[in-house]
């Protein structure tokens, strides 16, 4: 099992240009999430979603963009990219054990580390 | 579930202290409590979850404690090892998402 894993580790973009943030899973987890984590704050939720074909939006949704065509996958779309976008984003998934999806702990990637100058 | 609050920031302790963390939480739309452990460099990764109040869960040196009611969780750390050195995350949760800390930052040193 390779777990989450996101592609690429680093990018650097210049303003207005777009680019899409890569999540891939081999768990058969249902849920997958995307979190940005900027200094000195607590990872900020982007996106969700609960199954392939569903997807709601989290805390920070702003400026991005997200898809679930099938389970393994779960990519993050920046359309046009901003400074306030530079960050560092993880991907999560999480099993779907019955009674909501916050009791299953989430299993996280490696980070992609974003600038946009 | 809002205003996640973690302390210490940061701690530096001797290889050999115990220690713990605090994490404080609004106990209304309780739905369960995570750790994460955070090391540098890497990706977070889960320790416990706890959903009950009164849950205690440990795992080798680690345990942890969770009081739903007064909206606080305990993480404990006996016999610190410089491999313990962290970001240790907590994350309460209502049923569709957690809410992370910004944690608390665990140096050990021989």
Known sequence: ?117 | ILNVEQSPQSLHVQEGDSTNFTCSFPSSNFYALHWYRWETAKSPEALFVMTLNGDEKKKGRISATLNTKEGYSYLYIKGSQPEDSATYLCAPGDASKLTFGTGTRLQVTL
């Not at chain 1, 210049?14 to 000195?40: A, E, F, V």
């Open chain 1, 1 to 117: 099992n390779a777990g989450v894993t996101q592609t690429p580790k680093f990018r650097i973009l210049k303003i207005g240009q777009s680019m899409t943030l890569q999540c891939t899973q081999d768990m058969n987890h249902n849920y997958m999430y995307w979190y940005r984590q900027d200094p000195g704050m607590g990872l900020k939720l982007i996106y969700y979603s609960v199954g392939a074909g569903i997807t709601d939006k989290g805390e920070v949704p702003n400026g991005y963009n997200v898809s679930r065509s099938t389970t393994e996958d779960f990519p993050l779309r920046l359309e046009l990219a901003a400074p306030s976008q530079t960050s560092v984003y993880f991907c999560a998934s999480s099993p779907n054990k019955g009674g909501g999806f916050s009791n299953q702990p989430q299993h996280f990637g490696d980070g992609t580390r974003l600038s946009i100058l």
